[in-house]
């Protein structure tokens, strides 16, 4: 079962661009992380969000927690190339234990 | 800044073989996981750790699993009878604590594991 579904699973834009990926679920999440994770590496923590509704703006990067927390989305303004890499958003499920189950994550590639 | 490190960062092993990989959390934090990510796949929970005993763990993590705390600052993920399968890459996370954003997991930088 997939928890947490991502889109789009690969985005390929210019540098410039603004770009948003998402993250939703039938689940409520008692809390939700994303990461940025380069190839053979381990994922780097990004953000958490906690409350329903809850936005958080890191630099250029703004990441917003659905009112019912079962969604979050990952907003990117003029993207530079320096932001390729995976997108992966992880949530502990409400009232199941303390696991993060991971979606599989978006793909960004930012070209010059 | 404090960082969970892993090591070794590869191990290749024969089928049937057992391995044990280390990781050291970062020093203020209770709460100890591993995870795996088989090449192309998402990354799965395998267990965690919470005052010296498991705390919660996956369908995954079997008899041929087992994990220790040896030390003070060295957490550890064995796997006994290496198969083909368990070929993957293997993250250590730790936290804080378990509420809002004290509950926020910081990942290693994995061991790739090769079992021929």
């Known amino acids: 079962t997939q928890l947490l579904e991502q889109s789009p699973q690969f985005l390929s834009i210019q540098e410039g661009e603004n770009l948003t990926v998402y993250c939703n679920s039938s689940?409520?999440?008692?809390?939700l992380q994303w990461y940025r994770q380069e190839p053979g590496e381990g994922p780097v923590l990004l953000v958490t969000?906690?409350?329903?509704?809850e936005v958080k703006k890191l630099k250029r990067l703004t990441f917003q927690f659905g009112d019912a927390r079962k969604d979050s989305s990952l907003h990117i303004t003029a993207a530079q190339p320096g932001d390729t890499g995976l997108y992966l958003c992880?949530?502990?499920?409400?009232?199941?234990?303390?696991?993060?189950?991971f979606g599989k994550g978006t793909s960004l590639l930012v070209t010059p | 800044e404090p960082e969970v490190t892993q090591t070794p960062s590869h191990q290749v092993t024969q089928m049937g073989q057992e391995v044990i990989l280390r990781c050291v959390p970062i020093?203020?934090?209770?709460?100890f996981y591993w995870y795996r990510q088989i090449l192309g796949q998402k990354v799965e929970f395998l267990v965690s750790?919470?005052?010296?005993?498991?705390?919660?763990k996956s369908e995954i993590f079997d008899d041929q699993f087992s994990v220790e705390r040896p030390d003070g600052s060295n957490f550890t993920l064995k796997i006994r009878s290496t198969k083909l399968e368990d070929s993957a890459m293997y993250f250590c996370?730790?936290?804080?604590?378990?509420?809002?954003?004290?509950?926020?997991?910081?990942f290693g930088p994995g061991t790739r594991l090769t079992v021929t």
């Open positions: 992880a949530g502990v499920a409400a009232n199941s234990g303390y696991a993060l189950n």
């Open positions: 969000v906690v409350t329903g509704g």
């Open positions: 689940s409520v999440f008692s809390s």
């Open positions: 996370a730790s936290s804080y604590g378990l509420a809002g954003s004290s509950y926020e997991q910081y």
């Open positions: 020093s203020n934090h209770l709460y």
């Open positions: 750790f919470y005052n010296n005993e498991i705390s919660e």
